[in-house]
């Protein structure tokens, strides 16, 4: 045992601290303690189950009661892999018989029920000793960290179930349903009736595999809670510093015993005085700092320059980082040369074979292609027939080009223009009013005349044309009778609403015939 | 002994063979900005099991008694339990973790404490992460996952720990008063590095709990270099660590 070759640091720690080691330590080996662990017990297991096929609960009992056995082959890996020298997997199974020899009945009787078991196992199985001398030196031993070793086999027992009960529940959740709807509780209470004797055997292989994946860290916990004792009883960290101390101080005596005897054999000759004599300006270095300098020592300028290279390139000196994009492909320029040549042209005669294989896929493609397009048009097609109903009543609605007639104008210069609110004889009504009522009469003949020009000669009039522009807009209809009769009317219209100027009497017949005339007769039939 | 930064041992280049793998510690070393490394000491599943066991035997005797006492009151007591209740199970772990430095009462009797990553106390955000999470952790059935992933994580983080970035870690607690045997104090007669220095002291603190032989083979190991005789290499060695001690 060379402490040098541990490969766990080792100082003294508190008990939870040694456990905590304990985990890594099973951690690091983990597949090669869980793969020798399985292989042990799994088969067992079978075997006990086929043996007591009609007592399961015997089965698992005596599986769990051998537990002490199996714990022996994990810390056999362990203490090996401690120094360095981890054995294979088949030396681990090879070595398992000679293992089993020692203490196997007491750890299988009396020290089956010990709360410290793991923690007296590494000096049952690897300290060899016998008798009085054991059993003083397990008393001495558990005088410290015997509680943490107690604890960890109590915390190790729920684990246990734990693990059991999250596998179990597990196995449950994945059943699909229809399975375990048929399974009532009644059913698993008559288990014992024999019917479900396999499914008991499947917990207790659920069990097996939570010591699994369990019980490699329990030993190893042990294991290091022991290493943690005796690293305090007997000072391992100390002898471990104390024997790098001796070695740094002896090689450096015995160095520097070599290097004067070295400086002793070598005579001084004339070549040596001579050569820095007479050239002393040689002896300047050209390369100032940058020369190599103490070469006579492990540390040599160059190495602690390349070390110091080293720790530069490291974090947190230097910061790298990998971004990944992406980007359009750059064309590749080559320039080619004559073998490129003879590749390329090799390539395009590939390139061309390939393109002509292309072109006879392509009729296959088309076919697809064409495929597809008609797929596509007659899914829109039944789409449409399928909605049609929907789109008759929806889409002609929504009168995509047509614009919204403008509502016809009813009044114009507050007078009311609409075809409803005239007299059907106007020039009638206006002849009997002429007498009496002038205004009304004159009134409703322009009403008329403008509600003409708008139904009948759809002239886009509005409120905020006056008089004169109804006039330019009618004149703009080139009907000469029609602008006259306007012109006409207007300027009597205007006379008497603004001037309040009687129109002459005559003007009466002359108007009335010229809008029978030009209305009544020609235009409405 | 206070936890601080071990210094790299100068070693030439030449022989610079590393090791297959650094040898395995429980230490996580968190660097400052300052370049100060701080040695956290994460707390694995054995101690961190039973601090829940404690904290969830307190809750459960508290629930005990609200109900007894509440139960006193009919249907009102029951709503005002069942608040409570919801508080004592979701709340319990994250007012204690913030307002007590990270221990609940089961964290502070196993002398564990709950930290960020980087060793700062932990917040809000942090510890209502971690304990909302035990809902993840506890599937399928007993904390089958935290248990797994406590056993697999260097730093024995569970999926709360994961996701909130949290470290359970031992606390420091603040060194005893070494007693160092009597000896006259002395020079060392070569360069001690901070390794060695602290265990010529660790040798003399401790050489109550090793025994008298244990003491004389591990003194004799450096009579050589200490140009003495075997016999007396113990006595030199405490004088070396009472002269590295200075006048107390």
């Known amino acids: ?525 | 002994m206070p936890h601080s930064a071990t210094p790299p041992s100068p070693r030439a280049p030449g022989a610079s063979v590393q090791p297959p793998a650094a040898p395995l510690d429980t230490r996580y070393r968190v660097e400052t900005p300052e370049a100060i490394d701080l040695l956290l000491r994460p707390a694995g599943l054995v101690p961190r099991a039973l601090a829940f066991a404690i904290d969830l035997l307190i809750r459960g005797l508290l629930l005990l008694a609200i109900y007894v006492v509440l139960g006193l009151l009919g249907k009102f007591g029951m709503g005002l339990a069942t608040i409570l209740l919801f508080l004592l199970t979701w709340w319990y772990m994250v007012l204690f973790e913030v307002f007590n430095q990270g221990r609940s009462p089961g964290k502070q009797i196993l002398g564990l404490r709950v930290v960020h990553d980087d060793g700062t106390p932990v917040g809000w955000a942090a510890s209502l992460t971690r304990n909302l999470l035990r809902f993840v952790d506890i599937l399928p059935f007993g904390y089958t996952l935290g248990i797994l992933s406590c056993l697999n994580h260097p730093a024995f983080k569970r999926l709360g720990d994961i996701a909130a970035g949290t470290l359970v870690v031992y606390r420091d607690t603040p060194p005893a008063r070494p007693s160092l045997p009597q000896a006259e104090a002395l020079h060392a007669p070569f360069a001690l590095d901070l390794l060695e220095q602290r265990a010529l002291l660790a040798f003399a603190e401790r050489g109550a709990s090793l025994s008298a032989e244990r003491r004389a083979e591990l003194a004799a190991i450096l009579a050589e270099p200490l140009q003495v005789p075997a016999e007396q290499a113990e006595q030199r060695l405490n004088g070396i660590a009472r002269g590295l001690l200075g006048p107390t």
């Open chain 1, 1 to 525: 045992m060379r402490l040098t070759d541990a490969s766990v640091a080792i100082r003294p720690r508190s008990p939870w601290e040694a456990l905590d080691l304990g985990v890594l330590l099973a951690r690091r080996h983990a597949g090669l303690l869980l793969a020798s662990w399985a292989l042990v017990t799994v088969p067992l297991f079978a075997l006990l189950c086929l043996l007591l096929w009609d007592y399961p609960g015997w089965a698992i009992f005596t599986f769990w009661w051998l537990k002490p056995a199996y714990e022996r082959l994990p810390l056999h890996i362990l203490a090996r892999a401690l120094f360095g020298d981890t054995p294979s997997l088949g030396q681990a199974l090879k070595a398992l018989p000679g293992l089993l020899g020692p203490q196997l009945l007491a750890s299988l009787s009396w020290r089956r029920f010990s709360p410290t078991r793991s923690f007296d196992l590494p000096v049952l199985q690897l300290e060899g000793l016998s008798g009085q001398a054991r059993r003083q030196r397990l008393v001495v031993l558990s005088q410290r960290d015997a509680g943490a070793a107690t604890w960890l086999t109590v915390v190790g027992v729920h684990l246990e179930m734990a693990l059991w009960l999250g596998l179990a529940s597990l196995f449950y959740l994945l059943l699909p349903a229809q399975i375990a709807l048929d399974w009532s509780w009644q059913n698993l209470v008559n288990a014992a009736a024999g019917e479900w004797l396999w499914l008991e055997h499947l917990f207790n292989l659920l069990y097996v595999l939570a010591l699994i994946l369990w019980e490699p860290f329990y030993v190893a916990c042990g294991f290091t809670l022991y290493l943690n004792r005796r690293t305090a009883l007997e000072g391992w960290d100390i002898e471990l510093v104390f024997r790098q101390l001796r070695q740094r101080l002896t090689g450096v005596a015995y160095a520097l015993l070599l290097g004067c005897g070295l400086l002793l054999l070598q005579t001084p000759t004339a070549t040596m005085a001579a050569e820095s004599g007479s050239s002393p300006l040689q002896v300047a270095d050209p390369m100032g700092p940058e020369a190599a300098r103490l070469l006579k020592q492990p540390l040599s300028s160059q190495a602690a320059q390349d070390s110091i290279g080293q720790l530069l390139e490291q974090p947190p000196f230097e910061h790298r980082e990998t971004v990944t994009r992406w980007r359009f492909g750059e064309q590749q320029v080559e320039e080619p040369s004559e073998e490129q040549l003879a590749g390329l042209l090799e390539l395009l005669e590939k390139l061309f074979k390939l393109a002509e294989f292309w072109n006879s896929i392509d009729a296959v493609a088309l076919f697809f292609e064409a495929l597809l397009w008609a797929a596509l048009l007659g899914l829109a097609a039944l789409l449409i027939w399928r909605y049609r109903q929907w789109l008759g009543a929806f889409v002609g609605r929504l009168g995509l080009a047509q614009r919204a007639a403008a509502p016809p104008t009813r009044q114009l210069f507050g007078l009311e223009v609409a075809p409803e609110s005239l007299p059907a004889d106007v020039a009638g009504t206006v002849e009997r009013l002429w007498a009496e009522q002038p205004r009304a009469a004159l009134g409703l003949l322009y009403r008329a005349l403008l509600s003409r020009l708008l139904d009948d000669y759809r002239l886009p009039l509005h409120g905020a044309h006056t008089e004169r522009e109804v006039l330019r807009l009618v004149e703009g209809l080139e009907h000469s009778e029609l602008s006259s009769f306007s012109q006409a009317l207007t300027l009597h219209w205007q006379n008497l609403a603004y001037g309040h100027r009687l129109p002459p009497d005559e003007l009466r017949q002359t108007l009335c015939q010229d809008w029978r005339r030009l209305f009544d007769s020609g235009v409405r039939t």
